[in-house]
């Protein structure tokens, strides 16, 4: 595994390697929400609806790697990116905020040391989720929450 840089995630994002852009994600899997964007105001609303390859319990994508394959919709961040898809991202989310130029909370397991406290913290998805494939997407509607903050 390639080391990471010391405190790489105060540095511009085009400058991280694809390691570090990976380690800064800060597993909420707010992400994973099924969202409905209003065609003409474009604002974004979140369901409590998740992507059919989410763990609930881990808040992580259980094929992650080969994602787009099963979710051809799904959205690939990255550097590149990130200015025209950070507005579908929760408001928390690490790499929003860091695409903003504003540090990391203290939940984010950089800054604690512990991938649990994002769960700790409730500032995860887990376990209050429902699987898209038990909701027909006429109802999400009917599943729309605050965002996640």
């Avoid at 994002?13 to 474009?42: A, F, I, M, S, Y």
């Avoid at 979710?71 to 950070?86: F, G, R, W, Y």
């Avoid at 604690?112 to 887990?126: I, N, P």
Wanted: with cysteine; proline share 7%; aromatic share 8%.
């Amino acid at each position: 595994m390639t080391a990471l840089r010391p405190k790489f995630w105060e540095l511009p994002l085009n400058r991280l390697t694809p390691v570090e852009w990976e380690e800064l994600c800060d597993g909420c899997g707010k992400c994973c929400l099924n969202k409905l964007e209003d065609e003409e105001t474009g604002e974004i609303a979140f369901t409590r609806i998740a992507c059919r390859l989410l763990d609930n319990d881990t808040c992580a994508c259980a094929q992650y790697e080969i994602r787009l394959q099963f979710v051809p919709e799904c959205i690939h961040l990255s550097p590149q990116n990130i200015d025209k898809t950070a507005y579908f991202m929760p408001a928390t989310c690490a790499y929003r905020l860091r695409a903003d130029g504003n540090p990391l909370p203290d939940w984010h397991h950089l800054i604690s040391g512990s991938r649990d406290t994002v769960h700790s913290a409730g500032q995860s998805v887990q376990g209050w989720t429902l699987p898209e494939f038990e909701v027909p997407e006429e109802d999400w509607e009917n599943h729309l929450i605050q965002e996640p903050c």
